[in-house]
Nanobody, 115 residues
């Protein structure tokens, strides 16, 4: 089994910053990719940022404001979020894909941006 734990959410004013962390542990050979999603109230879960090897990709809504990075030695992925907007308010989830494609989700961390 694989455990995925997110941390770093909280309440911040518009224009502020937060850094989310996601650590994977358990039984696996290798991590294929680690991604961040978010789900706002009443909306579908959406992809925010992806890291696959040395490549990264972002949703248009966060480009230039969010940065995803990965520490392979720690099996951890980070999401640095700057210039936060009220529309960024959501529960942020980490998705980890290991070995031959098994995917695991964390429990989510709440991010609330006040105007």
């Amino acid at each position: 089994q694989v455990q995925v734990v997110e941390s770093g959410g909280g309440l911040v004013q518009a224009g502020g910053s937060l850094r989310l962390s996601c650590a994977a542990s358990g039984s696996f050979f290798s991590i294929k990719h680690m991604d961040w999603y978010r789900q706002a109230p009443g909306k579908q879960r959406e992809l925010v940022a992806v890291t696959l090897g040395a490549n990264t990709n972002y949703a248009d809504s966060v480009k230039g404001r969010f940065t995803i990075s990965r520490d392979n030695a720690k099996n951890t992925v980070y999401l640095q979020m700057n210039s936060l907007k009220p529309d960024d308010t959501a529960v942020y989830y980490c998705n980890v894909v290991v070995d031959w494609g098994s995917a695991y989700w964390g429990q989510g961390t709440q991010v609330t941006v006040s105007s």
